[in-house]
C-alpha cells in the first residue's frame, strides 16, 4: 500500500491497538519546560511512578525566564519558584537540563533542532503547542498536555488516535521579500483556523523544497494555528546537511544507517491525503494580520475585509481598525523580533540585512529576542549585533518573551505590536496589547519607519 | 478521576467563536506549580475590568445565569496546549463544555479532566444558546452512557460522538496512565524489537 510521510513514521511507532479505540504510540523524544511540567512530576511522585526513560526528556527554561540579566536571580517570586522546582524535578530524575545561563539555554523547539536531538522519522511531544515546529525534520512532533506529560513520563507512550491527513502543496517561485512566515500566513488566511483540526499536515511543493531548514521550521511551527496537530515537510539533502555534526546527531556508520532510513520516509508518488489544498507562490506577498486570531490575514497592501459577523466585528473592535481600510501608514510603537516562529539566525540575518544603516523610529520600542544562547552568540559572532544598536534596537537574552508576555516583556494597554510571533490573541502579549503577526522583514521595516509600509517597495536586488 | 455518567444542570451561554485558552486562562497565572486554585482567574480579562472592576457586561457575571454547563461557540479551546485551560474551568465548577467544534488539544486535556466536551451541530447550538438566553432557567440533560444531549421538558435531543474507550474511562473514572502501565511488557518489546539503546 502507498503510504504518506506520516504514515510511514506513524506506523513505526505504534505499539499495540486498543480494540475500537486509540493506539499506543511510542514517543523518541519527550521536551518539557517550567510550566506544563511540575504538574506531572507531582503526579507521579503521588503515585508512586518512576520516570520510565529519562534520558529520551530533554528539559529548558523558557517560558518564565528574564530576557536581561539572566546572571542576577529572578525577581518574580512566582516564576523563581517554577524555576526551582524544574531544576529540583530534573535532578531527582535524572534528566537533561539546560538551564537559564546554559549555553544550550533556549526556547525548546529551537533548541532540540540546533542540538540535533530532533532527527526525521522521530515522534516528539512537549507540553506546548508549537511543538509542530520539529515536523520540519519529517518527525511526528505535536503538542500535548499535562496529563499527556505524566503519560509519556511513565510510559514513553501516549494513547493516540491516528489523525487523517492533509496536504498543502505550493508550488512555483517566491516573489522577492517574500518570507516563509509569509507563507504559512497566507496559508491559515485562505483556510481558517480550524481546517486543519483533527489532521496532521504534510507541506509539499517547490517552495518548502526550496526552503533553508529555518523557514521550514517556520512553516510547521504555526501548523497548529489552522488547527493541525502538527506539520510535517519530507527529509532530504537540506535536512541532513543541517543534522550533520550537530551535538547529539548520530556519526559515522550510525549516520550512514539513519541517512539510509530517512531517505526512505518521503511520501510514496499517489499515496491518497484525506484532504488536499494546493497554492501558487506567485500569489504569495508579504502578510500582516489585522485580528485576534491568526487566520486573520491579508496582504500588507490589502485591505481589512467586510465581513457581518459578531465575532468579527468584536475582533476588530479590540483592535481598533475598521473593515475596509487599509494597514499602510498605521503608527505602530511596539516590535518584537523573536519566539519559536522567528528567532532563528536567519531571522535576525535578514533583519540586520534591512536595519543596516537605517535608523529606528524614535516612536519605537523594538524588542530583538533570540531563541536561544546559540542564537545569541552568532548574532553577535557575526556583527549583527553591532548593526542592531548602532541603529537602535536592543539585543536582549534568549527565551519566549513577548511572545505569551508572562515574564516583564509585555505590551501596554492599547498599543499595537509587530510581532513575528504566532498568536495575536486578545492580551497575548499583555492586557489589552494589540498584536499584528508578521515576518521578520516587515517587523524590522516597520521599526525604521514607526508605521506599517510595504518592505518589497526598498528591497536592494540582492536581497532574498 | 471523578466518575460521569449523566448531568442536568443550567447552562451559561458564552455565544463567542474561537474563545483561545489565552482568553480562558492568562499565561500570567500559569505560574502556578499544583493543578488547583485557577477557577478564580478563569476568563479574567472578559470578567474584571484591568482595574479588577467586576466587567458586569460579561456573561459569567450575569446573576441570571448559572450552572455546571457552559454552552460556547465554535472552535472552542483553540491556541496552547495548556491544561490549565482545563483546570481552570473544572476548578470554576463546569462539568461540560458544549459547542460545535472543539482544538484538538483542548479536547484531550479537558477527556484527561473529566471536563466532558459535547460536539453538537450548529444548528442544534444555536437552538441552545437561544433557549438558554430567552429563558435562563432552561435545564439541560447530559446522559454519557445514551451519548445523548436534552433540553430538559422538550423534544429538543442530539445524539454526540465520543471515543468508546474514553467513555469507558468517563464512565469508569479511570485514567490513561494505569492503562499504559498495565502494558508495560508490551512497551519493552517494542523498545527491543525497534532496537532502542536501552538496557534492558
Ligand atoms: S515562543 Fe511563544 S509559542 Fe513558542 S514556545 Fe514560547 S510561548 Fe510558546
Redo the contacts with the bound molecule.
Keep these: 500500500m502507498k503510504k504518506t510521510l506520516f504514515d510511514k513514521v506513524w506506523d513505526a511507532h505504534v505499539v499495540d491497538a486498543i480494540e475500537d479505540g486509540p493506539q499506543i504510540l511510542y514517543i523518541d523524544q519527550h521536551l518539557i519546560h517550567e510550566v506544563t511540567s511540575p504538574q506531572a512530576f507531582n503526579e507521579l511522585e503521588n503515585r508512586g511512578i518512576p520516570i520510565f526513560r529519562p534520558q529520551q526528556v530533554t528539559a529548558s527554561a523558557?517560558?518564565n525566564t528574564p530576557t536581561q540579566n539572566q546572571h542576577l536571580p529572578i525577581k518574580d517570586e512566582r516564576s523563581r519558584k517554577q524555576l526551582q522546582q524544574l531544576s529540583q524535578n530534573c535532578k531527582k530524575n535524572g534528566i537533561t537540563l539546560y538551564n537559564l545561563g546554559h549555553k544550550y539555554n533556549g526556547?525548546?523547539?529551537v533548541i532540540a533542532p540546533e542540538l540535533g536531538i530532533t532527527q526525521p522519522g522521530m515522534t516528539i511531544v512537549c507540553g506546548?503547542?508549537?511543538t509542530s515546529t520539529h515536523g520540519a525534520f519529517g518527525a511526528i512532533a505535536f503538542g500535548i498536555g499535562t496529563s499527556q506529560v505524566a503519560q509519556v513520563f511513565a510510559s514513553q507512550c501516549l494513547l493516540q488516535t491516528k489523525p487523517k491527513s492533509l496536504r498543502v502543496t505550493v508550488n512555483g517561485t517566491l516573489k522577492k521579500g517574500v518570507l516563509p512566515k509569509d507563507v504559512i500566513l497566507y496559508i491559515i488566511s485562505k483556510l481558517g483556523t480550524n481546517s486543519g483540526t483533527g489532521y496532521f499536515c504534510e507541506y509539499a511543493g517547490d517552495v518548502f523544497k526550496n526552503m533553508s531548514m529555518e523557514g521550514r521550521m517556520t512553516v510547521c511551527n504555526m501548523s497548529i494555528e489552522m488547527g493541525a496537530r502538527g506539520g510535517m515537510i519530507a527529509p532530504d539533502e537540506t535536512t541532513f546537511d543541517y543534522i550533520k555534526n550537530r551535538k547529539f546527531a548520530p556519526k559515522g556508520k550510525a549516520l550512514e544507517q539513519k541517512l539510509a532510513y530517512w531517505k526512505t520516509l518521503a511520501t510514496d508518488e499517489g499515496a491518497a491525503f484525506d484532504k488536499e489544498y494546493f497554492f501558487d507562490a506567485n500569489d504569495i506577498a508579504p502578510m500582516i494580520t489585522y485580528g485576534t486570531n491568526p487566520g486573520m490575514g491579508i496582504k500588507i497592501t490589502e485591505t481589512i475585509p467586510k465581513i457581518n459577523t459578531p465575532s468579527f466585528e468584536k475582533s476588530l473592535a479590540y483592535m481598533n481598525f475598521k473593515k475596509g481600510e487599509s494597514l499602510i501608514n498605521q503608527a505602530v510603537n511596539y516590535v518584537f523580533i523573536?519566539?519559536?516562529?522567528n528567532?532563528r539566525i536567519e531571522d535576525f540575518r535578514i533583519a540586520a540585512h534591512f536595519i543596516k544603516g537605517k535608523n529606528k523610529a524614535t516612536n519605537v520600542t523594538a524588542w530583538l529576542v533570540p531563541g536561544s544562547k546559540q542564537v545569541e552568540t552568532q548574532i553577535i559572532e557575526e556583527g549583527l549585533k553591532d548593526i542592531f544598536t548602532k541603529a537602535g534596537f536592543e539585543l536582549r537574552q534568549p527565551g519566549?518573551?513577548a511572545?505569551?508576555a508572562m515574564n516583564d516583556d509585555k505590551i501596554p494597554e492599547g498599543e499595537y505590536c509587530m510581532s513575528t510571533?504566532?498568536?495575536n490573541f486578545e492580551g497575548r502579549q499583555g492586557q489589552g496589547a494589540r498584536t499584528i503577526l508578521a515576518s521578520p522583514l516587515v517587523a524590522a521595516a516597520t521599526a525604521i519607519e514607526g508605521k506599517i509600509i510595504d518592505p518589497t517597495k526598498y528591497l536592494s536586488d540582492v536581497f532574498v | 478521576m471523578e466518575k460521569f455518567t449523566t448531568l442536568l444542570s443550567r447552562a451559561i451561554p458564552l455565544a463567542i467563536e474561537n474563545v483561545d485558552t489565552d482568553q480562558i486562562i492568562p499565561a500570567r497565572f500559569l505560574k502556578s506549580i499544583q493543578k488547583n486554585g485557577f477557577g478564580k482567574n478563569v476568563f479574567r480579562d472578559w470578567r474584571y475590568h484591568k482595574d479588577h472592576r467586576i466587567n458586569s457586561n460579561f456573561i459569567l457575571n450575569n446573576a441570571a445565569y448559572s450552572g455546571k454547563i457552559l454552552v460556547a461557540g465554535n472552535n472552542f479551546g483553540c491556541g496552547?496546549s495548556r491544561e490549565h485551560a482545563a483546570w481552570a474551568l473544572t476548578d470554576y465548577g463546569f462539568k461540560v463544555i458544549v459547542s460545535s467544534f472543539f482544538a484538538d488539544i483542548f479536547k484531550e486535556n479537558a477527556l484527561n479532566n473529566g471536563l466532558l466536551p459535547v460536539q453538537v451541530t450548529p444548528e442544534f447550538l444555536k437552538v441552545l444558546l437561544d433557549k438558554i438566553e430567552e429563558t435562563p432557567e432552561t435545564q439541560l440533560e447530559i446522559n454519557l452512557v445514551a451519548q445523548t444531549i436534552t433540553v430538559e421538558g422538550t423534544s429538543f435531543k442530539e445524539h454526540f460522538a465520543i471515543n468508546s474507550y474514553k467513555k469507558r474511562c468517563l464512565i469508569n473514572g479511570y485514567d490513561d496512565i494505569g492503562f499504559l502501565l498495565s502494558k508495560k511488557n508490551k512497551i519493552l518489546a517494542f523498545e527491543r524489537q525497534k532496537g532502542y539503546p536501552i538496557d534492558h
Design positions: 523558557d517560558h526556547i525548546v523547539h506546548d503547542s508549537h523573536g519566539s519559536c516562529t528567532s519566549c518573551s511572545c505569551l510571533s504566532n498568536r | 496552547s
